[in-house]
Each structure stands twice: as C-alpha cells, then as structure tokens.
C-alpha cells in the first residue's frame, strides 16, 4: 500500500513524521505533568520559567524552538532542547516504523507501542518513574488488539502471555538474587513491568533481542556520563534504564526479525 505510487509514499512518510513530531510534544508535555503532579488533560501549557501562557504558534513542534533559537518567546529563558530532541527522534522513528510494518493494523499497535516507551522514557529522565496507568494502557491496547485483530484465539492469548512472562520473569528472579547479594537495588521493579510489557508487543524472541540492545546502549550512556561525572562534580550520576529499554525494544522492532533470520541462517 505504502508503494503504491511515489506521491502516496512521500505523502505517508511526511504524514509520519508530522504526527511523530505532535505525539512526542503532546506525550513531553504530559510526562511533565505526570511527573509534577499537575492534571494530564487539564489546563493550557505555561513557560515554566515565567508562567505565560503559550497559544497555538508557540507550540508548534520542532519549528517553535528552531525559530526561538531554544528561548521562550516572552521572558528569553533557555529551553531544555530535550523536547526538540525528543521531537525529532519520535518524528523519525515514526517514519522508519510506517516503512517497516507498511500501512496495516500492525502498524497502528506499533506507533501506539512507541508513543507509551516516550512516555515512560520521558517520566523515567525526570523523575525515574515509570507510571503504572501507562503500563496497564498499553496492556489493555494489546488485548484490544489481539481481540479486535488477531481474532480472541485461547493459542493467541497463551502466547501473549509467555510472551510477556519470558523475559520479565527469569529477569525478576535474577534481579532478586542480585539484590541479595548486592545488598542494594540491582534494577527498578518499573523496568521489569515494562519489559513485560515489550514483551507482549514484540514477542519473547524480539525482546530478549531488545533487552541485550538496551544493556549495550545502558553501558554506553552509562560510561558517557561517568566521563562527565569525574569532569563536573563526584556526585554519583544515575541513568534510569526505561529509556535505554525504550531504545532497545525500538531497534529490536525495527530490525530484529531480519537480525534473528539472519543468525538463524547461519546454522
Ligand atoms: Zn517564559
């Protein structure tokens, strides 16, 4: 459907990434209010900085903080340029998700997977939490899924759950062996829900895929901010790991059905 003709296909992909880029200022926004205890739906955005109140060309995603150079428009504070990074990475992902699952029901679940791992990575860099009513959305959206589409099978919903069960629980127990010997905490309970929760979208093969994605991108970020830690201050740095899941279970989406065929082909 998606190469169909060359206008349909550039016509989807901009379509993605205009949407990517509202989800991502929508989802920032509401991670924020999460996080500060103030209503999701309620209430119009405000400059935290000032307190005016933004309208409609202040908010326009990506474009508003190119054309502020990063500052608000009314008091000239700097803006943190996470929300435009965030915008770009969200717009960009959603194109190369329109260009892996084609224009199918899969690809509706998937954009819907990616904007609830913003949402948790966003509240996750804040405030390190991963709010629980996100998690249980995005399990109620995969049930609706597996009704709606993939027809209420008794095969489908016993994969489902060994899907979400194969990483998270082997995973609980290990982290809970750890913690015995460590003596301190190994990893967030909130990150072994939501791996449960890649779980149940990308399948156990994809997810194990996933979690070794998100190890490598931990350790990287991880040894990035060590570098910096020694440089500014002693104070110990803490990465949350949601986001490097995020990052993970993206790529793994992405690329890792190829990435299995391929290992498996070598044998
Ligand atoms: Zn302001």
Same mark, same amino acid.
């Given at each position: 459907?998606?190469?169909?003709?060359?206008?349909?296909?550039?016509?989807?992909?901009?379509?993605?990434?205009?949407?990517?880029?509202?989800?991502?200022?929508?989802?920032?926004?509401?991670?924020?209010?999460?996080?500060?205890?103030?209503?999701?739906?309620?209430?119009?955005?405000?400059?935290?900085?000032?307190?005016?109140?933004?309208?409609?060309?202040?908010?326009?995603?990506?474009?508003?903080?190119?054309?502020?150079?990063?500052?608000?428009?009314?008091?000239?504070?700097?803006?943190?340029?996470?929300?435009?990074?965030?915008?770009?990475?969200?717009?960009?992902?959603?194109?190369?998700? &329109?260009?892996?699952?084609?224009?199918?029901?899969?690809?509706? %679940?998937?954009? #819907? /997977?990616? $904007? +609830?791992?913003?949402? =948790?990575?966003?509240?996750?860099?804040?405030?390190?939490?991963?709010?629980?009513?996100?998690?249980?959305?995005?399990?109620?959206?995969?049930?609706?899924?597996?009704?709606?589409?993939?027809?209420?099978?008794?095969?489908?919903?016993?994969?489902?759950?060994?899907?979400?069960?194969?990483?998270?629980?082997?995973?609980?127990?290990?982290?809970?062996?750890?913690?015995?010997?460590?003596?301190?905490?190994?990893?967030?309970?909130?990150?072994?829900?939501?791996?449960?929760? &890649?779980?149940?979208?990308?399948?156990?093969?994809?997810?194990? %895929?996933?979690? #070794? /994605?998100? $190890? +490598?991108?931990?350790? =990287?970020?991880?040894?990035?901010?060590?570098?910096?830690?020694?440089?500014?201050?002693?104070?110990?740095?803490?990465?949350?790991?949601?986001?490097?899941?995020?990052?993970?279970?993206?790529?793994?989406?992405?690329?890792?059905?190829?990435?299995?065929?391929?290992?498996?082909?070598?044998?």
């Amino acid at each position: 459907m998606l190469f169909l003709s060359p206008g349909i296909t550039a016509y989807c992909l901009i379509l993605a990434f205009v949407l990517g880029a509202v989800f991502a200022s929508f989802l920032g926004c509401m991670g924020w209010r999460i996080c500060n205890g103030e209503s999701v739906l309620k209430g119009r955005s405000h400059c935290d900085s000032c307190g005016h109140v933004l309208s409609a060309h202040d908010l326009i995603p990506i474009i508003s903080y190119v054309k502020t150079k990063g500052r608000c428009a009314y008091c000239n504070t700097q803006i943190s340029p996470m929300n435009f990074y965030g915008e770009v990475i969200l717009a960009v992902v959603f194109v190369l998700t &329109t260009l892996r699952f084609d224009i199918t029901w899969k690809l509706v %679940l998937m954009l #819907f /997977f990616v $904007c +609830i791992l913003y949402l =948790v990575s966003v509240t996750d860099i804040y405030e390190q939490i991963i709010p629980d009513g996100a998690l249980f959305v995005a399990v109620g959206f995969r049930i609706a899924y597996w009704v709606c589409v993939e027809g209420a099978s008794w095969n489908g919903a016993l994969g489902l759950l060994l899907d979400g069960f194969a990483i998270s629980v082997p995973l609980l127990i290990l982290v809970l062996i750890m913690e015995k010997i460590l003596q301190k905490e190994a990893m967030g309970g909130g990150d072994i829900k939501l791996l449960f929760v &890649t779980g149940m979208y990308l399948g156990w093969a994809q997810n194990l %895929l996933a979690i #070794f /994605f998100a $190890c +490598i991108i931990g350790i =990287v970020i991880g040894m990035v901010q060590m570098k910096k830690q020694t440089e500014v201050s002693e104070e110990s740095v803490y990465f949350p790991f949601g986001p490097a899941i995020a990052m993970g279970a993206v790529v793994s989406m992405l690329f890792g059905e190829q990435m299995i065929g391929a290992y498996l082909s070598l044998f």
